[in-house]
């Protein structure tokens, strides 16, 4: 078996996978006082709790974008586990199929993200990832990272709205069937929400127009199924593109 963790700046995600699927997703908010004996009574508790058996992962490999966090996960893990995890970092990535721009400064798990891409399509992809950060990442066919694209994301545009002024409150994430809203709600579901409906088809169509390529468009991210008038617009979604690409590279780039 083997644990894939995805340290984001909203939640932790723990992937355990074995026999060719998904056997078990847990989630746990990245910004709380971790120690490393914290990180590890927890994940002991949760696995205990989830009942799926006796054997423990034997492989680790951990993408975070919150090193404040990270070094707790780690060790946190590494005891309950009795092995050494693989961090995702610019010493692993010249092992892995595609050219990274900025290896200094790119997000790990856009990195994951880019070598989920290209293993699953070989061809012009455009990795649409609805976190934290709304972020656009184009990988060629040849398997080239050509650049990236970073907004606020959904919650961070909503909470933004919410702690900087002084009558608006924060919103469910629902999606409004009108362009205008009728109440304080509706008004700002309707303008953050098709706001970003209208941001995401201008860039897609802007990359599609400044590479002249005939582009896949995939979706990822918690948030990703929440803008339903995008759903055309997307060739695959899949909220696990993040942990797919984390496990592809356990399984064929590492040791």
């Known amino acids: 078996m083997l644990l894939v ?21 847990l989630r746990t908010p990245t910004h709380q006082p971790w120690t490393t004996l914290r990180m590890e009574n927890w994940i002991r508790q949760a696995w205990l709790e989830k009942n799926i058996g006796s054997l423990k992962p034997q492989k680790l490999i951990i993408s975070s974008v919150v090193p404040s966090v990270s070094f707790h996960v780690q060790k946190g893990l590494e005891n309950w586990l009795g092995i050494s995890a693989k961090i995702m970092s610019p010493k692993l990535y010249q092992n892995f199929p595609i050219e990274i721009i900025s290896p200094e400064e790119i997000g790990s798990d856009l990195v994951a993200n880019t070598v989920y891409a290209h293993h699953a399509y070989h061809s012009d992809v455009l990795i649409v990832d609805f976190g934290t950060a709304l972020t656009f990442t184009l990988v060629n066919a040849q398997g080239k990272m050509e650049g990236v694209s970073i907004a606020p994301g959904l919650k961070t545009a909503v909470k933004s709205l919410f702690s900087q002024t002084a009558q608006l409150p924060e919103v469910p994430l629902e999606m409004p069937h009108s362009a205008l809203g009728f109440d304080t709600v509706s008004a700002i579901q309707s303008g953050i929400l098709w ?25 990822t991210g918690g948030l990703s ?31």
């Open 5 to 25: 963790v995805d340290i984001g700046n909203t939640d932790i995600v723990f992937g355990f996978y074995s026999e060719e699927e998904w056997k078990l997703i």
């Open 195 to 219: 706001g970003y409906v209208g941001m995401v088809k201008e860039m897609i169509h802007r990359v599609k127009a400044e590479k002249g390529l005939q582009v896949k468009v995939l979706a």
């Open 225 to 255: 199924s929440i803008l339903t008038p995008l759903e055309s617009y997307f060739d695959e979604v899949n909220k696990l593109i993040t942990l797919e690409g984390l496990r592809l590279i356990s399984e064929n780039y590492l040791d």
